[in-house]
Each structure stands twice: as structure tokens, then as C-alpha cells.
């Protein structure tokens, strides 16, 4: 492609992921499957990778933030973020819709515009010539904290508005909030670490949001939702708050799906009503509602204090606290493992919804709280969602209250339950095994950098596992392509797809299947440190903690997630029907083995890289190469020798042309082995060829 050829391309690719953006994130209506816009989105960031040149802010690749900066800069705001004043109850939105109608005789009748309060942090995002420029807090009103780079982040704020008929200087005021479904996903990651949950998703929002690192806020489920504007150059607002809301989104922004206008005290009612009534079936938190006059011509008539505008009122909902009993402590076991207690309550109505039980998350947390069972105890709604204890009434404490332990085997599988020191979660340790974790444990077992099985995503896993076709990993090697075409969505030819993946998983390698195995803490580079130490399964599951530690880079509480995991019964027994399955992997060469001598090595000296689509793992050649001598690396240098490049290698192989790596493919790669083999050969020479020598295949 010729180079305006490729900024063409570039341009249009971006045009096109910006309006698919819009229609996901925006309205809901995505008009492409997901792996239409993932192609779009790799087809964008090669090109750009390629021509780097080219990368400008408001490309769709720059969402995920940049290096942590020092610190959150200050913003003084060219048009106050003054607040709301609050209505309480029925009386205080009667007195206010009161002062407007004297105010204002000739409104008749009195519109409003009417939409949700978020329970979220306010911000300001300002446009100039249609590109964000900055966004901000609200801070004190008149000055906030520079959030820009983290703003950015968030996938439904625009980074270049749609249309061209923009104001050239659009100051956007919203809320930042974070859907109750990614919250709780939220939570569920930090008590896996272990680190104390957020108390609710504002909390959530506003710590997202702040962060000094971008790239922390990048993986946080944040939203935004415009309600307002500030400073807007170049043209009038228009006539009313309703249509220049519209105007907003129409030039991508996300305004809220609830937004209406309605008429008079008694439309305000009406809405008020209907939206408290189906307040726990939106999928975020709302604490109120906001009226405000729609005219905007009578909004400036009537001016603001120096605290909240004349012409907007937050009609709030009731408090969701109540008194209530603990009547008993359960355990559940999350599908990570994570053995959480749950209290049983006295049922009990809060907010006009029956709460029987309630989350104390950890056992320190139990601790910290005192919650003893019999305890009368204060319980809250946190964020309006989940159950929780705010306070315990020591002082009404009776002489039976008993203390909560924690259990020593899973109330699932009878597993033991093991919490190592200075961890707050306790985890059922039968991972492979128990019913609460089979959908986790299969699909990280399935997972690209675990067995890859292709096609099989998280759907299908919850069909397998709920019709209990697949109880353990193995399970999966005996499904038939005949069966799983009898499944929703799966027609013969996904079948038998699903069947062959399932075979060329089969042919993986030591590292990839001890990570696929789901231990506590085991990541990829552990895993690959424990396949180059012990060589073979086996041996590694006889190893004791005395064993691993000796092991440079593997310390205590990773050693004994090993050995607990290794000594339940379920879990060997679950390996082993894997191995019988037909699992297998090449030879490791264990790294505590004699040097190699010269002639066995004779890939000594020589680093490579390898990119693309190869016919097996990429890991399993990284292996067969390091088991040679070789080294290989990530990235491609001018200290690359060779790169063994596959199908649909991208900037990696335009890199090692431009620098004059040799380029090889897996026969070329054969090749160069065979010849350096014969080199080593009887003669036991160990003069390694320079590159380009032997691969002119």
C-alpha cells in the first residue's frame, strides 16, 4: 500500500470503530459480532503499529492509559459545578415546584426535564474543535483535579465527538459511574487478592477515577452518562435542557435512557413513582432524581445561589438502613474458590425489599466488626445493592452470641479450606474438583495461554457444566461432535471444530498444563519455572514445600498453594484422568541437570523470536529451542539472530526485515536444526555458524 493508501485505510478503519463504539456503548445496539470489531481493532493497532507516525489522541488505540503520572493537577473551572438542593421528602417538591410558579406566571404549563441521579462523581469533559482536551472533578466547584488521562479510559466517552456541527469549545458535565454487574466483578478480583472490597460502586467510581496510574483506571468497569453543559463557544445552547440533551448525544455522547420530559408537580410525581418501582432492575445505582425546568430561558431568569441553581431540585429516596438479628453464619465458596461467610438475618424491609442475609465478605472482616451470632445489628443496602452489616449493638448483646469460625473443609466438596498467613481470603483448595468452581477451573483451563481450546467460550461452558456433561477437565475429551451439535447454538460443523481443538490441545506443553490446572498464585512464568525445575508432573506433585522454596523465585505461600493443592485427592485424581485422556508434551530438560556438554547444544550463543500463527504452541517451540541452547526472547532487536515467523506475523517480521534478521518458517526452522545437528555431530565441534549461513532455504 502506498502511503496514502495506508492513512486512508488508518482513517476510515477509525471512522468506522468510533460508529461501532457509539452503537455499543452508547445505544446499546451493537450492529457487528464481537469478532468483526476485534478484527477492525487489530487490523487498526497493526497499521499504526507499523506506522507510528500516524497515532494521533483520538484514535480509538489510545484508550488504555498512558505511565502513572506524579500527581492529579489542578482545574479551575471556566463555569462553576455548583450542586443540587435536596428534597427530602413529598413537601420540599411541592414547596419547590411553588416558587417556580410564582417565579414564573407565564409557564403554563411547567415542563421538566426528569432523569436518574447517579450515584457517582461528577465531572466535566471539555471539547475543543471536537476532540477532548480535558476532563476534570468537580472538586470544590470552583477548582478540580485534571482526570484527563483517566477519562480517556472510559469506553463510552468520546475522544473525538460525531457529526461537524459541533460548538468549537463544548464543555460536557455528567457523572462517572460503574454498573452494578462490573462492581461486583470488581470485588470478586480484590477478594481473590485478597485486598478489602469497595463498599459500594461509588466508592468504586470515585477511587477508579482518581487513580494516578491510567492503566489501573483502563481496567475498571467505568461509565459516563451526560446530564448538563458548561462553557459552550461559538453558539447558543438552544431553547430547551430536553433538546439540547438530544443534541449531545447526537454528537455521541451518552445521555440516560430514562430522561423525559414531563409536566407539572403531578408528572413529577408520576415519574418519581414508576422509577422508585423499578429502581433494583436498572443495571446502576441511582439515589434520586433530578427535575429541572426546561425552558432555558426561565433556568436563566431565575439564576443560582452560590450553593445550587433556582431552577433544579434532587428529589432523594428513602435511607436503606434497619435493625435486624443475625440468626446464623453460613459459608458459600465462589466459583474462584474463595470460601466467603454470609450472615443469616432476621428477615427484615429495607428500602421495600425483604433482606434475609447479608455479606460480611472475609473472616478479618468479622473480626473487625465483631459480628457474633445472635448479635442484633444495624444492616444497610450498600450502594442500594447488597446487604451489609454497618454496625454491631454490642450493648445488646445476649450471654449465647457465638463466635464465627471458619470451616476446615469445603461445605461443597468436603475439600480442605486453607487460608495461608497474612491472606484475608480463605479457598477451597479442591479446584479441580469441586461443583462451586467447575465453570472457573474450565475455562481457565481452556483459556488461549493455558490448553487454548478454541470455541470454547464461557456460554458454552455453562451449558456443559449445568447439564453436567462436564464435571472435571477431562470430561471434555470425551465429548462427541454427534452430542454437542444437540446443543443451543451449535450446529454440526462448530461441533466438530470444537472436536478438533480439543485434540490439538492434547499436544501442549509441561508449563502450559500446570498453569492450566488452576493453582493459587501459579502464573505463567511459575509454571514455567516449576516445568524447567521437576521435568515431569509427577514429580512436582510429590514436592514439598521444602522442595519449591529452593526453587529461585518461588517463595512460602506460593509453595504451599502447590503442596495444598497437590495433596487433595480430587485434584490428583483429576490430573491423572487428564493424562489418560491422551494429554501429553515434549521432554522438559530439567534445569538442576548437568550442563549440557558442547555438541548436545548446538543452538548455543543464538536468540530468537518467534511471531504468527505456528501449527503448535509457540511455547512448545520456545521449549525445543531453549532445550538446544538457544534463547529466546519477546522482542526483536539487532541482537535477534533468527525469527521463526508464522502465519499472519505482523510488525514483528517488518521489524527483523528492516534490522536484517534471517526470517524462517517452521520447515526452514527444521532445516537449520538438521544441519546444525550434523555440525555438532561426531567431530563434537561447537563453533555455532552465523546466522543467514545455514537458512537459505
Known sequence: MTSSAITQRIEALRAEIRHHNHRYYVLDDPEIPDAEYDRLFAELHRLEAEHPALITPDSPTQRVGAEPRPELGEVRHSVPMISLDNAMNDERLVEFHRRLTVALPELDPVLYTAEPKFDGLAITLRYESGVLALAATRGDGTRGEDVTHNARTIPNVPLRLLGDDWPKVLEVRGEVYMPRAGFDRLNARLEERGERPFANP????????????????????????????????GEEPGESQFEMLQRLAGWGLPISPELQRVTGLDGCRDYFDDLGRRRETLAYDIDGVVFKLDRLSAQAALGATAHHPRWAIARKFPAQEALTEVEAVEFQVGRTGAVTPVARLRPVQVGGVTVSKATLHNLDE?????????????????????????????????????????????????????????????????????????????????????????????????????????????????????????????????????IAALEHSKHTTLARFVFALGIREVGETTAQLLAEHFGGIEALMAASVEDLVAIKGIGPVVAAHIVGFMAQAHNREAIAHLLAAGIHWPEVERSDSMPAEPSAAPLTGQTFVITGTLSRPREEFAARLQGLGAKVTGSVSKKTDYLLAGAEAGSKLAKAEALGVVVIDETGLESLIARLQALHGDDGRSDTPQPGALADD
Open 366 to 498: 468479622v473480626r473487625r466488626k465483631d459480628v457474633r451470632i445472635g448479635d442484633s445489628v444495624y444492616i444497610r443496602r450498600a450502594g442500594d445493592v447488597i446487604p451489609e452489616i454497618v454496625r454491631v449493638l454490642v450493648e445488646r448483646r445476649p450471654d449465647g452470641a457465638r463466635l464465627v469460625e471458619l470451616p476446615t473443609q469445603c461445605p461443597v466438596c468436603g475439600s480442605d479450606v486453607i487460608r495461608p498467613e497474612g491472606e484475608a481470603v480463605a479457598r477451597c483448595s479442591g479446584g479441580l474438583w469441586c461443583p462451586a468452581q467447575r465453570k472457573e477451573a474450565i475455562r481457565h483451563f481452556a483459556a488461549r495461554r493455558a490448553l487454548d481450546i478454541e470455541g470454547l467460550g464461557e456460554k458454552l461452558i455453562e451449558q456443559l457444566v449445568d447439564l453436567e456433561w462436564v464435571r472435571e477437565p477431562a470430561d471434555l475429551y470425551r465429548l462427541t461432535a454427534g452430542r454437542l451439535a444437540l446443543l443451543e447454538r451449535m450446529g454440526e460443523k462448530s461441533a466438530a471444530n470444537l
Open 202 to 233: 461509588r466508592n468504586a467510581a470515585a477511587g477508579s477515577l482518581r487513580q494516578l496510574d491510567p492503566r489501573i483506571t483502563a481496567r475498571r468497569p467505568l461509565r459516563f452518562c451526560a446530564y448538563g453543559w458548561g462553557e459552550i463557544a
